[in-house]
């Protein structure tokens, strides 16, 4: 194992043109035999994407394509949600039916002497997934869903998505906390911390997950949870794109459905954006946990109102999860009340909601063709310095779809590391800030990688802050993982892959 190389200066090279390299690199080595645990229920098939089965030599059971193969390119690109595909190629792609294969090929991995990737969904950012010379063990087909309404818990596989859990939750009036986006995959959501939809009062996703099922390096099956194989568990609530086993499924404890779900918003130019973002930060903080406000600034949007003004806006976003309808009306009553409404571009009144409807407008601001590069920032200033350094950097972006999200208190803030429970996530800082840029043209990408680089400098004028490691740019810089993680919690990290998985079989961090 080499060391995690924290601290070198983060190199401003193009992304995904490189040999990306592990956080915690070392060849593979023959790994102690495998061994399979009792039965498991087996997973409807889901659609597969041009992966012909049994095609390749390799794991006999499971669908497969190997580098050279015809088809190997379209499967390899479909493996990353970004149009930003990464140059990094797997040796062979597997995709398991069922979770009764998976020792099955990582037996097969250890033979060959090739590491292991893991995906569930692609929409790791850096695609993490793919790594040169690697078997991807892509758990797409794993997509089960489980509803005791009974016991108020799931059990899901792992490439069930944000909206599907959602849409089932909802036949049975109860949710959970997803992420923003319905075709997030819970799999790497989930284990990266999960800042979802109602955060600031419920904490992060993972907080709600109960048990786990994984499949470790040597083969063996085992289920995880606060009592059996704990330090596995702990890692699994915030380890992310660098945990040392693969997850077969997540057991969720559930939360009743909201009664009342409102929302509104606010779009003013920028020129406005110092006055009606203090108010809307003031605004955040007299306003209950169950009230979620993002700050959204923009470096375009389309035409609004009689202005016709397509400049950087800032746009705020408030949505309210309340028992009844009435105290959802209540909470947002300051929002409606904004003494600058007057100025705004656009303007979204109170109005009731739905998870299904709060998914049709995020799904479709993330459209999967465009090119994505994004990084994020726990920062010791307060939102109003992050808003302002976000308003600055936005304004030079080179690419109008680019923005920067300020959501405050994306979870409840956890000064003493304590409060979620005890889990490998921890909320790092006094603020949070994520940047996205976002572009088309593939002769643009130098321009965009660079401008977001510098601007996370910008942001973090003395590089003292943290980073989420669910949304993180890992290939920006070898501290990138390290500073994910509160120090104490990082070394453990270290220490339980070393023990879990000795041999190097599972990539960890992406690195530069
Ligand atoms: C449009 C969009 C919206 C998003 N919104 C949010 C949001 O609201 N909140 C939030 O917190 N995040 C959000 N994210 C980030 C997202 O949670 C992470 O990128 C997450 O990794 C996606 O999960 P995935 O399963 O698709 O990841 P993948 O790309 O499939 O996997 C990423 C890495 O996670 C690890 N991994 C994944 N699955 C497993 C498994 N089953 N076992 C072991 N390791 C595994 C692997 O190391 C893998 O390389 C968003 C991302 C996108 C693209």
């Known amino acids: 194992m080499t060391p995690d190389g924290s601290g070198d200066p983060a190199p401003h090279s193009a992304y995904g043109t490189g040999a990306a390299r592990d956080g915690d690199e070392g060849p593979p080595r023959a790994a102690p035999p495998g061994r399979t645990g009792g039965p498991q229920a087996e997973e409807p098939h889901a659609p597969s994407e041009g992966i012909p089965h049994g095609a390749s030599e390799g794991p006999l059971l499971t669908e497969s394509v190997r580098l050279g193969d015809g088809g190997y390119e379209h499967v390899r690109t479909r493996t990353v949600w970004n149009g930003l595909t990464p140059a990094r190629f797997p040796e ?241 009553a300051p929002v409606d009340a904004c003494p600058f409404a007057g100025h705004a571009l656009e303007l979204r009144p109170v109005e009731p909601t739905s998870f299904r409807s709060l998914y049709e407008g995020t799904g479709e601001r993330w459209p999967s063709e465009h090119r994505y590069v994004v990084d994020t920032l726990w920062s010791t200033d307060s939102y109003e310095t992050q808003l302002a350094r976000a308003t600055r950097l936005i304004a030079h972006a080179p690419s109008q779809h680019s923005l920067a999200l300020v959501p405050f208190e994306p979870v409840t803030p956890d000064p003493d590391g304590t409060r979620h429970g005890d889990m490998a996530f921890s909320a790092l800082g006094r603020s949070y800030a994520a940047v996205f840029a976002v572009w088309d043209e593939p002769e643009a990408d130098d321009a965009n990688i660079r401008w977001l680089r510098e601007g996370m400098d910008v942001l973090d004028p003395y590089g003292t802050g943290s980073h989420y490691v669910g949304e993180a740019d890992l290939t920006a810089g070898r501290s990138r993982s390290r500073r994910s993680y509160a120090p104490a919690d990082w070394e453990r990290l270290r220490r339980l892959r070393r023990r879990w998985d000795p041999a190097g079989l599972f990539h960890g961090y992406l690195t530069p």
Not at 229 to 240: N, V
Not at 257 to 283: H, K, Y
Not at 305 to 317: I, K, Q, S, Y
């Open 92 to 332: 062979l792609i597997v995709r398991p039916a069922s979770e009764h294969e998976i020792p099955e090929v990582l037996a097969y991995a250890r033979e060959k002497g090739l590491r292991v990737s893991v995906r569930s969904g692609g929409h790791n950012w850096t695609g993490a997934p793919l790594r040169d010379g690697a078997l991807l063990l892509d758990l797409c087909r794993l997509t089960r869903c489980d509803v005791d309404p009974d016991s108020s818990t799931a059990t899901v596989g792992p490439a069930v998505t944000g909206g599907m859990l959602a849409a089932e939750l909802a036949r049975h009036r109860l949710s959970f906390p997803t992420g923003h986006c319905p075709d997030v995959a819970l799999g790497g959501y989930l284990l990266g911390g999960g800042l979802g939809w109602n955060g600031r009062e419920l904490g992060p996703a993972c907080r709600y997950v109960e048990e786990i099922q994984a499949v470790t390096a040597d083969g063996r099956t085992l289920t995880c949870s606060e009592s059996e194989h704990a330090d596995l568990f702990w890692a699994s609530r915030g380890a992310g794109p660098g945990l040392f086993a693969v997850v077969t499924r997540f057991r969720l404890r559930l939360l009743p459905q909201p009664g009342s779900i409102m929302t509104a918003s606010l779009t003013f130019p920028l020129t406005e954006a110092e006055r009606a973002g203090a108010w809307a930060l003031r605004t955040a903080r007299e306003s209950p946990p169950n009230v979620e406000f993002s700050l959204v600034v923009k470096a375009s949007g389309p035409p609004a109102g009689a202005t016709g003004a397509t400049g950087p806006r800032l746009r705020l976003e408030a949505s309210v999860f309340a028992e009844t309808r009435k105290a959802a009306a209540a909470a947002l």
